[in-house]
């Protein structure tokens, strides 16, 4: 079995900052792209921004200049910094990875954490 867990939500008022962090872990040959999600109440899960295991990344305009993907592989975690934050980012945050174990490759969602922003 494989994992990820995600950690760093909570309360801000808007202009604040956070930071998630994802780890993976379990019985892992080697992970590629990871990827932070988000889910607000009552609409669709959208992608947030992406990042492969060499370090390109990919965001969503509306995260552009105030969010940043970063991983560190040795950790098996994925960061996702989010500065200027605004009450339209409030949402539930997942992690999203694409992870391989022996010679089998995994979509592994984790349980998701609570970003709330206010005015």
């Known amino acids: 079995q494989v994992y990820v867990a995600e950690s760093g939500g909570g309360s801000v008022q808007s202009g604040g900052s956070l930071r998630l962090s994802c780890e993976a872990s379990?019985?892992?040959?080697?992970?590629?792209?990871m990827a932070w999600y988000r889910q607000a109440p009552g609409k669709q899960r959208e992608l947030v921004a992406q990042?492969?295991?060499?370090?390109?990344?990919n965001y969503e305009d509306f995260v552009k200049g105030r969010f940043t993907i970063s991983r560190d592989n040795a950790k098996k975690t994925v960061y996702l910094q989010m500065n200027t934050l605004k009450p339209e980012d409030t949402a539930k945050y997942y992690c999203?990875?694409?992870?391989?174990?022996?010679?089998?490759?995994?979509?592994?969602w984790g349980q998701g954490t609570l970003v709330n922003v206010s005015s």
């Open positions: 999203h990875a694409q992870i391989v174990s022996g010679l089998r490759d995994f979509e592994v």
């Open positions: 379990g019985r892992i040959t080697s992970i590629y792209d």
């Open positions: 990042i492969t295991n060499g370090g390109v990344t």
